[in-house]
Every structure is written in structure tokens, then in C-alpha cells.
């Protein structure tokens, strides 16, 4: 069955989804329920959300949750990069003046009597997520993830898509398939797919790749929402179509 129209659409056979829009340059892999997934890595991207010091650091009493996922990360992005796929790193990075957050954003960051954003943080780390504070970098246990050729993309909302660069990188690099990992599931990971959804890309959420502070019944219902809008893999999955690639 075919969905779309001549240039952009989808072909699904039983169990198998191929999304590659007629690409010669195709890899499969596992996705939930027993199903694959065909796709052109030329035409896909890996996106890294909020894996920040902020969120993530003992230093702020974070559980440990957010650096259990720094493996599967780790080996996504460097299954990633065997395929050919360029890595995104999208993080928050305001303004020192937040001139440009609305009352509603600043205001719920203070509604748990924590510091706000563009404050002061306790023991001297500096102002929360102000671009190129201690808050706002990646954790240093992913800083070897990093390279330079990747695209940084500074946010100022809990998607990644407001009045950012992330839409024109990933148009003006033809991309059309997003691989979604970081923190938190619920929140920001959620709300960039969606959008990115509502935007007309492809989306997959590599789920051992994203972790959340908030309750399980909350993480629930957000996977059950995401189903709608993305298919979900392991990083397994990258994996083995990586060495399936390097092998040819």
C-alpha cells in the first residue's frame, strides 16, 4: 500500500515500512513489534535533545537516570556516523536577559521554588541554561560523542523547533528522517517529535536512548501519544544496520 503522492510518500507491506520515498541507497532495521523499517541514512539525521549538565549532573541531586542512557547514546551516535547520518545536537542556550522567554515559560520554572532560568545557580555553577554556561553543555561523559562537523542548535522552548535553525539545517540538508534520543522523554524529546511530525518528517525514537524524571504512568502515556507521530527502535537496531553498511 502506498501513502503520499509521486515525490513524497511511504510503501507498506504487511509488516515492513519502507519510508526511503524511492531512494536507491537504502537500510532496514528493527522496529517494535516485530516490524522493519527502510530508510535513506543520506536523508536522516540523529538527534540529541537536552543532554545537558542541567539536567543530568549529580551536581544539581539529578538521579542517574539521564547518564545510565551515555552507552546507548554513545554507540547510536557512532552507528550513526557509520551510516552517514549527520548528528544534531539540540539544547537549551537563552539569553543571559531571557528578553525572549514569555512570562509562561519563566514562571514555571520557578513554580518548585528552583532557581529560574537565566538565575543564579547554588555552589557558583554559574546562570541556568544561559548559552555557554556549565548548565547548558553537554555532560562530559558524552564530550568524546562530540565532533565538530556536527550542527548545534541552541533552543528557548521545550521543543527544538521555535525560533530556531533546526528546521531550515534539516530542510536545506534534504533531510526528511529524524532518529530522536535524550532527556526527558515526556517533555522535551516529546515535544520536538511532534512537532518535527507536524512539520512532515519521518521520526523514530530510539528508546533506550531517552530517559525522564517525571512518574512511569507520565513516561506511559507519553510513548502511547508518540505512537501516533513516531516509530520507535533500540540502539541495537542502529547497530546492526551499521556493520551491515560497513560490510558492503
Known amino acids: 500500500m502506498k501513502y503520499g503522492n509521486k515525490t513524497n510518500y511511504w510503501i507498506v ?4 515500512f519502507d519510508i526511503s520515498r524511492g531512494s536507491a541507497k537504502t537500510t532496514t532495521i528493527n522496529i517494535e513489534e516485530n516490524r522493519t523499517l527502510q530508510f535513506d541514512p543520506e ?3 540523529f538527534i540529541i535533545i537536552d543532554m545537558q549538565n542541567y539536567f543530568c549532573s549529580p551536581l544539581l541531586d539529578r538521579s542517574d537516570g539521564a547518564l545510565k542512557l551515555v552507552p546507548a547514546i554513545y554507540s547510536a551516535v557512532k552507528s550513526s556516523r557509520q551510516l552517514g547520518m549527520p548528528i544534531i545536537w539540540v539544547n537549551w542556550g537563552n539569553r543571559p536577559d531571557t528578553a525572549n522567554l514569555p512570562p509562561s515559560l519563566l514562571y514555571s520554572w520557578k513554580r518548585n521554588g528552583r532557581p529560574g532560568l537565566g ?3 547554588p555552589n557558583d555553577l554559574g546562570l541556568v541554561l544561559v548559552k555557554d ?3 547548558a553543555a553537554i555532560v562530559k561523559e558524552l564530550e568524546e560523542s562530540y565532533e565538530e ?14 525560533g530556531t535553525t533546526l528546521d531550515q539545517i534539516l530542510r536545506s540538508n ?4 529524524l532518529f530522536f534520543a535524550g532527556v526527558n522523554t515526556d517533555q522535551c524529546v516529546m515535544s520536538t517529535l511532534q512537532d518535527a511530525a507536524f512539520l512532515g518528517y519521518d521520526n523514530i525514537l530510539i528508546s533506550d536512548c531517552t530517559a525522564t524524571t517525571s512518574p512511569a504512568h507520565v513516561l506511559e502515556g507519553a510513548l502511547y501519544n508518540m505512537r501516533s507521530s513516531a516509530f520507535t527502535a ?3 537496531s542502529l547497530k546492526e544496520a551499521a556493520l551491515k553498511h560497513v560490510s558492503k
Not at 534534504?174 to 528522517?177: L, M, P, R, V, Y
Open 13 to 16: 507491506d504487511g509488516d515492513h
Open 43 to 45: 536523508r536522516s539525521a
Open 119 to 121: 538565575e543564579p545557580l
Open 133 to 135: 554556561s556549565w548548565s
Open 149 to 162: 562537523s556536527d550542527y548545534w542548535v541552541d533552543k528557548y522552548r521545550i521543543s527544538g523547533f521555535p
Open 174 to 177: 534534504g533531510i526528511n528522517t
Open 234 to 236: 533500540v540502539s541495537d
